[in-house]
C-alpha cells in the first residue's frame, strides 16, 4: 500500500521523530515483512537505535545499513524533509534553497545531501525503453566558439533516448558518454533499450549496428543538422528541456564530475512529470533511497572545491 503525506503539514505530522522515520524506511525496504539475514526468522522488533531486534536469534540488523542514509550524521527528519521539498518544488532545488529551507549548516552539508538522493533517483533493475525511440546525443556546456554537435570541444556528450507514444514523449534515458562512436553508442542502448525496439535515429554511421544488435533502425534524418528538430521531434524537445532546465535551476553550471546525477534528477522528474500527487514523488524517492547503495562523501566529492548546484 503507498503511503506518503499530501502536504507539507502532514509531512511534518507523520515525519516529525526518528523513530516514524525508521519505521516508514523499514517497510518500504522488507515489503513482505522483516526477514533476518541471520537466521533467516520472520520476526523482529524496530529499536530507537535504528536497528531491528531478530526475535529469535536476537540479531541486530540496521534499518539505514546499505541505503543512501547510511552512515549519515543527520536525522531523518531532516532528510525526509528534503526528500519532500526536493519532490514538491516542480524543478528541482538548488543547494542554496535546501540549506535555507531545511536548516542545514552549510552549503557543502546541503550539496552533498543533494547529489546523495540524486543518485537515488535511478531505479535498480528499471524497465528499459519499448516501442519505438528515438536516440540522439546532445553537447552540455557554455557557450565556446568553433565547431558546434558532434566534435565540439570543451562539451560533455549526453545520449538521449525518448520513447514515442503518438506525438507524445513517453519514457526518458539520460546518460554521459566518452564518445559518438559505435563503441559508446550501442552498449550505451542496450543499456537502455530493450530488444526488439524500433529506434529512429540520424544518418551517423556508429548507429550502423543496430539491425545486428537486434533493434528495428530508421534513419530519419539524412542530411543537414537542421531537420533533426523536425525528424526526431521528442528527442530534441528533450534536449531543449533540459538545458533550460540547467540554466534555469542549476543556474547553468551542472559540473562535468557530476552530470550523471544532474541527468538521473531530470530524468526522474521528467519520467513522473504526470504523477498525481507530489507526495507519490516523496514515495517513490523515498522507495529508492533505500534501494540504492551508500554513497560516501569521498564518492561523490573528488579534490575540487564544491560548486554550482
Not at 535555507?100 to 533517483?121: D, E, F, I, P, Q
Not at 524500433?198 to 544488435?213: H, K, P
Not at 533502425?217 to 543537414?224: M, P, R, W, Y
Request: proline share 4%; net charge positive.
Amino acid at each position: 500500500m503507498e503511503i506518503y503525506p499530501k502536504d507539507m503539514t502532514q509531512m511534518e505530522k507523520l515525519f516529525s521523530t526518528q523513530e516514524a522515520c525508521l519505521k516508514y524506511l523499514a517497510a518500504l525496504r522488507w515489503t513482505s515483512g522483516y526477514i533476518c539475514p541471520s537466521c533467516g526468522a520472520g520476526k523482529g522488533w524496530t529499536m530507537g537505535n535504528g536497528l531491528i531486534l531478530c526475535a529469535h536469534c536476537r540479531h541486530q540488523q540496521s534499518i539505514m545499513a546499505g541505503t543512501v542514509f547510511q552512515d549519515t550524521h543527520l536525522p531523518l527528519p531532516v532528510w525526509f524533509r528534503a526528500m519532500w521539498y526536493i519532490c514538491a518544488n516542480k524543478n528541482g532545488m538548488s543547494a542554496q534553497n535546501l540549506m535555507r529551507l531545511v536548516g542545514l549548516g552549510s552549503y557543502n552539508t546541503a550539496w552533498l545531501c543533494l547529489h546523495k538522493l540524486r543518485r537515488a533517483m535511478i531505479r535498480p533493475g528499471r524497465e528499459r525503453l519499448s516501442g519505438v525511440v528515438e536516440a540522439d546525443e546532445a553537447y552540455i556546456g557554455g557557450e565556446r566558439e568553433g565547431k558546434r554537435g558532434r566534435g565540439a570541444f570543451g562539451k560533455q556528450i549526453v545520449f538521449v533516448a525518448a520513447e514515442v507514444r503518438g506525438h507524445k514523449i513517453g519514457r526518458i534515458r539520460l546518460s554521459v558518454i566518452p564518445g559518438v562512436s559505435s563503441e559508446d553508442l550501442l552498449p550505451t542502448i542496450s543499456e537502455s533499450v530493450e530488444e526488439g525496439a524500433t529506434i529512429r535515429t540520424d544518418g551517423w554511421t556508429s548507429y550502423n549496428g543496430l539491425r545486428d544488435a537486434g533493434y528495428g533502425h530508421v534513419i530519419a534524418v539524412k542530411n543537414t543538422e537542421e531537420l533533426a528538430d523536425v525528424r526526431l521531434p521528442q528527442c530534441h524537445l528533450v534536449i531543449s528541456l533540459l538545458k533550460r532546465w540547467i540554466l534555469g535551476t542549476l543556474q547553468g553550471s551542472a559540473g562535468t564530475d557530476h552530470l550523471q546525477d544532474y541527468l538521473n534528477e531530470f530524468a526522474f522528474r521528467f519520467n513522473r512529470r504526470s504523477s498525481r500527487s507530489r507526495g507519490l514523488l516523496f514515495y517513490r524517492l523515498a522507495q529508492m533511497a533505500v534501494l540504492t547503495v551508500p554513497n560516501p562523501r569521498s564518492t561523490i566529492v573528488g579534490p575540487q572545491d564544491v560548486v554550482g548546484g
